[in-house]
């Protein structure tokens, strides 16, 4: 699998951006994807998940504001985000994880697309 994201720059505080994130080599429809970011000095933290059923979940700080989904035509993984504040600012990283039979059976990452918010 492959994961090559997009979409990041610099924004004003109240402004919107959407984050794409291209998948390759594998059958994406089968794929539980994600969006992380990291601030500097800090964690990878979980933004919103969205499951191969279309079940999607967010993290607290971003509900009402951000949105997830997925297109299989594409395939591609978004994240719209609307209403960006300061602490927004992060390096957003697409996560895929591939799901069997038995649960999943990889773990992938992109290579970050950087979103910075200005006050």
């Known amino acids: 699998v492959q994961l090559q994201a997009s979409g990041g720059g610099l924004v004003e505080a109240g402004g919107s951006l959407k984050l794409s994130c291209a998948h390759s080599g594998g059958f994406f429809r089968f794929n539980e994807m994600a969006w992380y970011r990291q601030a500097p000095g800090m964690g990878r933290d979980l933004v919103a998940r969205i499951t191969t059923s279309d079940k999607t979940t967010y993290a607290d700080s971003v509900k009402g504001r951000f949105t997830i989904y997925r297109d299989d035509t594409k395939p591609t993984l978004y994240l719209q985000m609307t209403n960006l504040k300061p602490e927004d600012t992060a390096v957003y990283y697409c996560?895929?994880?591939?799901?069997?039979?038995?649960?999943?059976?990889?773990?992938?990452w992109g290579q970050g697309t950087q979103v910075t918010v200005s006050s």
């Open positions: 996560n895929s994880k591939p799901i069997g039979p038995s649960g999943p059976t990889g773990n992938y």
